[in-house]
């Protein structure tokens, strides 16, 4: 399963956390936006991101697990903490690969992300800029 997320209909099941992801040819950010989470736990594995907080205006648990469309080099990616949001900067392991057409190894959607899981790999459509190593793709408004 490419990514796999618990429903909110058990009090204690965690809830997914709001995602956002954004790339470039040579590195993935998946931003994990949940306000006043103090000690989150990830995990960075070459095909799987993995996301587990405490936090938001309800203070409650969050949790997610995505496998990844593609290989990244977990001993070279990262993480930068803020007080409303956590930013993974996922390196790919082939940095000369193009552009991921989505987050996901499936093509599944998941309901508590923006930013193109399904979407192509360049968020303006148009297949010239693939080639560019400077173009960063900006997180979109639309759900998917």
């Known amino acids: 399963m490419a990514a796999e997320t618990k429903s909110s209909g058990d009090a204690s099941t965690p809830l997914p956390p709001p995602l956002e992801w954004a790339q470039r040819k040579d590195r993935v950010w998946i931003t994990v936006k949940l306000e006043n989470c103090k000690n989150p736990i990830y995990e960075l594995k070459e095909n799987t991101f993995y996301f587990k907080g405490k936090g938001g205006t309800d203070n409650a648990d969050h949790e997610v697990s995505v496998e990844l469309f593609g ?6 990616s990262t993480c930068s903490r803020g007080d409303r949001q956590m930013i993974y900067t996922l390196i790919k392991k082939d940095p000369s690969a193009s552009f991921w057409p989505r987050l996901t190894k499936e093509s599944k959607k998941m309901m508590n992300s923006m930013g193109g899981l399904n979407g192509g790999g360049d968020f303006g459509g148009d297949e010239d800029r693939e080639d560019s190593d400077d173009e960063v793709n900006m997180f979109t408004p639309e759900f998917v």
């Open 71 to 76: 290989e990244i080099d977990p001993a070279k």
